[in-house]
């Protein structure tokens, strides 16, 4: 996603030089000087932007929706496109799960655990940060919540997608007090991005 980011930002006019001169770096100024790029794990983003470390942020949907934060979100990008799904080990079908509790490992136990509850299934969430693929084959849970783009991992560790919760793509957030305060430069810079965001994704089933 980021690639497509940086794209995206240097056709609205802003180019990154320094970044591409060191890619490891935490932070890197525009070009132009006008904009500070800070690169953070995306679970944190929203929390930088909701507490002032930075005026805006990208961040996917469904960052967005685990944290259960009201954002002002003016933009979807339309990049980074996947989906927040249930996957199980393939194959024939298991142990019927309406007889017990199933164990699902997630780095999305908000989400997991509403998405199973308002089909009334019985769940036991295991927050996990990472190899989630791992936890079928080895027992440690009977299926996963995870974020897919292709599904290639998935389908090379033996597992079927079940269900969708969710797409997610990335969204702009501004920080409260930055959109009426600094309302000029947020929506010089929205104007300069949406001319170049590309279409929504075609979804197929």
């Given amino acids: 996603m ?12 802003w180019g990154f030089s320094e970044y591409l001169k060191n890619p490891r770096a935490l932070s890197c100024r525009s070009d132009d000087g006008s904009l500070r790029l800070l690169l953070v794990r995306s679970s ?11 005026d805006m942020g990208i961040v996917g949907r469904d960052q ?26 393939g194959g024939p079908a298991r142990e ?25 299934i019985p769940v036991s969430i295991l927050k996990l940060y990472g190899s989630l693929e791992l936890a079928p084959q080895t027992g440690l849970a009977d299926q996963i919540v995870d974020l897919v783009a292709t599904g290639r991992t998935l389908r ?21 007090a930055s959109w009426s305060l600094k309302n000029r430069a947020v929506m010089d810079l929205l104007d300069r991005l949406r001319p170049h965001i590309p279409p929504k994704p075609v979804i197929s089933g």
Wanted: charged content about 30%; aromatic content about 8%; glycine content about 8%.
């Fill in 156 to 176: 090379e560790n033996d597992l079927e997608i079940v269900e969708e919760i969710l797409p997610s793509t990335a969204r702009l957030i501004v920080n409260r």
């Fill in 96 to 120: 019927d799960p309406g007889r017990r509790t199933l164990r699902i490992a997630t780095k999305y136990p908000r989400l997991a655990e509403m998405h199973f509850l308002a089909r009334g």
């Fill in 2 to 13: 980021f690639d497509d980011l940086l794209t995206l930002f240097e056709k609205g006019g």
């Fill in 44 to 54: 944190d983003v929203i929390a930088y932007v909701e507490y002032g470390g930075a």
């Fill in 64 to 89: 967005i929706e685990e944290q259960n934060r009201e954002m002002i979100e003016p933009l979807d990008l339309n990049v980074g496109f996947c989906r927040l799904v249930v996957a199980r080990p």
